[in-house]
């Protein structure tokens, strides 16, 4: 976890940007994975699945949203 956590300069190239950006789709779609053992786990408490589905939502929404910053990010 420690490698994943990145230092935010007041300034980053557009390269760098990418970059950080790649890293953090990586991140959430390690999140997913974790999330997703959980819910094959089936617990049978319903509140606990509605907040695993919301869990996933939210990442995919997430990682969706920083994949089209990275599409808009100059190269």
């Known amino acids: ?3 994943a956590i990145l230092k935010m ?3 980053r190239s557009a390269g760098e940007q990418r970059r950080v950006l790649r890293t953090a789709i990586r991140q959430l779609e390690r999140a997913d994975l974790y999330v997703a053992a959980v819910a094959s786990m089936e617990i049978g408490d319903w509140a606990a699945q509605r907040s ?3 869990l996933r939502d939210d990442l995919e929404s997430l ?3 920083m994949s089209d910053l990275r599409a ?3 190269v």
């Open 63 to 65: 990682r969706g949203h």
């Open 1 to 3: 976890m420690r490698n």
């Open 52 to 54: 695993i589905r919301q």
């Open 72 to 74: 808009r990010t100059p």
């Open 9 to 11: 300069p007041d300034h």
